[in-house]
């Protein structure tokens, strides 16, 4: 059973591109959550997703940013007109119910905006 | 609003030292406690985890005991190993769905 997998690993963009995060939860998930990491700080929490659904984004920057998880295939995190300080790890997690459950963590998506 | 605040490290200890890092949160009512460990390059995996007051989870020689009356999830392990160097995250997760994590603590054991 393959774990959380995010791609792509490592992305860098210009000032001003768009970037795309992929987020393939582990099977039978149907929660998706996001998270971003900036330097030297700790995980904070972005969107939740279920399928086709956007739960909480309470925490996504109300421009430039937008996620989805759509009926099939990955959740997707967009980042329009990135700027330095978007700069940071990327994460995805999913869980199979929500709430309390334990949540599996990708690897990350590291962007560097250069 | 919840919180998590943890011990800010680096830590430094000798291989097969006691390890303590501190873990408070604020919550009301009865959060989820975690600890995750994030090993260089990798994403964070699920240390251990408490539900419910006065539980202790544990796992890889990790403990923590959550403690309503102090509001606490310290992390423990009674002899530390090269392998257990990574950054470790105290986390909880209450009504909602996110959970909150607090900054980290870089643990660094060396032989």
């Known amino acids: 059973n393959a774990g959380v997998m995010q791609n792509p690993r490592h992305l860098v963009r210009r000032r001003g591109q768009e970037a795309r995060l992929r987020c393939s939860p582990m099977?039978?998930?149907?929660?998706v959550y996001w998270y971003r990491q900036l330097p030297e700080e700790g995980l904070k929490f972005m969107v939740y997703l279920q399928k086709e659904n956007i739960i909480d984004e309470s925490g996504m920057p109300k421009e430039r940013f937008s996620a989805e998880f759509p009926k099939e295939g990955p959740s997707i995190l967009r980042i329009q007109q990135v700027v330095r300080g978007d700069s940071a790890a990327y994460f995805c997690?999913?869980?199979?119910?929500?709430?309390?459950?334990?949540?599996?963590f990708g690897q990350g998506t590291r962007l560097t905006v250069v | 609003g919840d919180s998590v605040t943890q011990m800010e490290g680096p830590v430094t200890l000798s291989e097969e030292a006691f390890l303590t890092i501190n873990c408070t949160y604020t919550a009301t009512g009865y959060p989820s406690l975690f600890w995750y460990v994030q090993y260089p390059g990798e994403g964070l995996q699920l240390l251990l985890k408490?539900?419910?007051?006065?539980d202790k989870g544990s796992n890889k020689g990790f403990e923590a005991t959550y403690r309503k009356e102090t509001t606490s999830f310290h992390l423990e392990k009674g002899s530390v190993q090269v392998s257990d160097s990574a950054v470790y995250f105290c986390a909880l997760i209450h009504t909602g769905n996110q959970f909150y994590f607090g900054t980290g603590t870089s643990l660094t054991v060396i032989p």
């Open positions: 997690a999913s869980s199979r119910s929500g709430g309390a459950d334990e949540a599996f």
């Open positions: 408490a539900t419910k007051a006065d």
């Open positions: 099977k039978g998930h149907s929660h």
